[in-house]
């Protein structure tokens, strides 16, 4: 049972990553917006390998290394605090930016990706020791989390660009879009809660 809420909760994060307006997400409304949902699909799909190859990266630098336990569970109580300040960022969002944009091409995709500083802070931070607690309760959890997120990830902004393809009035109207990235912050400060509880109980246990 333990190991289906982490599975929840990594899927989750994922459906936060990828619902959360940023760079990539803005690329996909903007090839929805130039030349239809399936162009706007193609661009996603090429998102989404990015996202993966360099989160595949991030986990496999970390998972290469002897690094002790106790070292996750306090990068986890920096992650709780990354997770409180994004929730305060997401609670204040009510429009989507759909500024217009060139088609993206794949590299530049991954470049966008590599040099968002938010992402790399987010996967470090918070991806990572949550990727370490579920391989100690399974064999390859932290392959198992990749795809989770990842799925998580795929899901949500093929959501949003669907939604915004065919109901983009009605995506664009504030008291609807508020109302979701509300939602979506009270989560982030639950999961981030969550974090420092476990943290806290670890060392506790630990010095007892």
């Keep these: ?11 989750l994060l994922g459906l936060i990553g990828g619902a959360v307006p940023g760079p990539i997400l803005t690329a996909i ?12 699909l193609v661009v996603m ?21 002897n690094i002790p336990t106790a070292y996750f569970y306090i990068i ?10 994004m929730a305060k960022q997401v609670w204040g969002i009510n429009k989507v930016d759909n500024d217009k944009m060139k088609v ?6 991954l470049l966008l990706t590599l040099l968002n500083g938010a992402f ?3 996967w470090i931070t918070i991806c990572v020791p949550r990727a370490f607690e579920l391989k100690q309760a399974i064999f390859g959890g932290h392959v198992l989390f990749l795809l989770v997120f990842e799925m ?23 008291n609807i879009v508020s109302i979701v990235f509300k939602t979506f912050a009270l989560l982030l400060v639950f999961f981030g809660i969550k974090s420092i509880w476990v943290s806290v109980d670890y060392f506790m246990t630990l010095g007892s």
Excluded at 1 to 11: R, V
Excluded at 104 to 109: E, G, R, V
């Design 1 to 11: 049972m333990h190991i289906t809420s982490q599975l929840i909760e990594i899927f």
């Design 29 to 40: 409304f903007a090839e929805v917006l130039n030349r239809g949902f399936k162009r706007g």
């Design 45 to 65: 799909f090429k998102a989404f390998m990015a996202e993966t190859l360099v989160s595949g990266l991030v986990l496999l630098f970390f998972f290469s290394w």
């Design 76 to 85: 986890s109580i920096a992650g709780a605090l990354v997770l409180f300040w």
């Design 104 to 109: 993206f091409s794949f590299p530049k995709l």
């Design 120 to 122: 790399w802070i987010f």
């Design 152 to 174: 998580g990830w795929l899901i949500a902004a093929g959501a949003l660009a669907y939604i915004f393809s065919k109901f983009r009035p009605l995506l664009l109207k504030k």
